[in-house]
């Protein structure tokens, strides 16, 4: 599972930009299901069928865009300024090593002006600050243009025996759980037809978690995010990482599919947490679950430290309990949807 997660850790692709890792997930996809597309937005879909007529569907699905930056000019001196694309914590932003997608990949940092000459107390702002590639004016303009993206660098990887450090962790980590659940029940006998979903774009609005759900019109869906892990400044709304999947109940999920969950979970003595999310879990699912005419959602999170930094960090056993959970539900599913009727 490590390695999987470093893998998809490493690739870049922020969101609309997608189709520079879209490919390589297909092909990983391909590997556990008989059938992958990639549909008109970019999102990867990839199907494992059971094989009976009009079997039930299951919609599993994670986010594969990131966040990142957006170059929107070159300066004078070659330094390139830039735009945030989805929610980036632009306090992280100084001194980070960036990659810019140009003709070329092309390394660079992101600089500011030295301390001393700011004024005091003064916050950050991304049009303060300018990514430093060491080239001259021209010969960037020869590689890099307007509207090109921009990455965070990748972070240090193992930290020790239990956690991983990476970017883009939010979410390739639950596209690594999805991934472990189509080679868990590849050769496994099911009564559904289990649709494994790679969106794009949700870190700007949701936008593939609604077209990927309105296209397959699933019977049922699973969305998998990550949600706030606790840190040393942070402990509300938060869990600890190592302690397992964390699921959500509120209005935006469907309460007969969570308990359903929840009791998989007992019976296969997973650890699992709950976490209450009274309105917009600001996931997928919020989309997904009002897709046609409404589709029951559940929503599984990793906790996740840092999140939306070049240094998130997770507990690499929750995202295996993750796996494990939904692989476990697939399997006890028996073809029959009407128990998810009120």
């Given at each position: 599972m490590r390695k999987l997660i470093k893998k998809l850790s490493d690739?870049?692709?922020?969101?609309?930009?997608?189709?520079?890792?879209?490919?390589?997930?297909?092909?990983?996809?391909?590997?556990?299901?008989?059938e992958v597309k990639i549909d008109p937005l970019g999102s990867v879909i990839a199907v494992r069928r059971?094989?009976?007529?009009?079997?039930?569907?299951?919609?599993?699905?994670?986010h594969c865009d990131e966040i990142g930056l957006m170059v929107t000019s070159i300066t004078e001196n070659g330094c390139l300024t830039f735009a945030n694309v989805g929610g980036v914590d632009e306090r992280t932003l100084p001194q980070t090593e960036v990659t810019v997608h140009g003709k070329r990949d092309i390394w660079g940092v992101i600089g500011i002006k030295?301390?001393?000459?700011?004024?005091?107390?003064k916050t950050v702002k991304i049009k303060d600050m300018a990514v430093d590639?060491?080239?001259?004016?021209?010969?960037?303009?020869?590689?890099?243009?307007?509207?090109?993206?921009?990455?965070?660098?990748?972070?240090?990887?193992?930290?020790?025996?239990?956690?991983?450090?990476g970017k883009s962790l939010d979410d390739r980590a639950s596209v690594a759980a999805i991934m472990s659940v189509m080679k868990k029940i590849k050769d496994a006998d099911l009564n559904i037809d289990v649709y494994a979903v790679a969106a794009v774009q949700e870190e700007v609005g949701c936008r593939g978690g609604k077209t990927t759900a309105?296209?397959?019109?699933?019977?049922?869906?699973?969305?998998?995010?990550?949600?706030?892990?606790?840190?040393?400044?942070?402990?509300?709304?938060?869990?600890?990482?190592g302690t397992g999947t964390v699921l959500s109940v509120g209005p935006n999920l469907h309460p007969k599919l969570t308990a359903a969950l929840f009791d998989t979970a007992k019976a296969h003595n997973i650890k699992v947490s709950t976490d209450v999310d009274g309105g917009n879990t600001g996931t997928d699912a919020w989309e997904i679950q009002t897709a046609r005419d409404g589709i029951p959602t559940a929503l599984l999170s990793i906790p996740l430290k840092y999140m939306h930094t070049s240094v998130e960090t997770l507990a690499v056993s929750d995202v295996k309990?993750?796996?494990?959970?939904?692989?476990?539900?697939?399997?006890?599913?028996?073809?029959d949807m009407s128990w998810l009727n009120f």
């Open positions: 690739m870049r692709g922020i969101s609309g930009y997608e189709y520079y890792l879209t490919d390589k997930i297909a092909e990983m996809f391909s590997e556990y299901c008989g059971c094989g009976a007529y009009n079997a039930p569907r299951l919609m599993i699905e994670a030295p301390a001393y000459l700011l004024e005091q107390g590639t060491g080239l001259d004016a021209e010969t960037v303009r020869e590689i890099i243009s307007v509207g090109d993206s921009i990455t965070l660098a990748q972070s240090v990887g193992t930290l020790g025996k239990k956690q991983f450090s309105y296209g397959i019109n699933p019977d049922m869906a699973v969305a998998i995010d990550v949600c706030h892990g606790v840190t040393p400044d942070n402990s509300d709304n938060a869990f600890e990482v309990a993750t796996a494990k959970l939904l692989a476990e539900f697939i399997k006890e599913q028996k073809g």
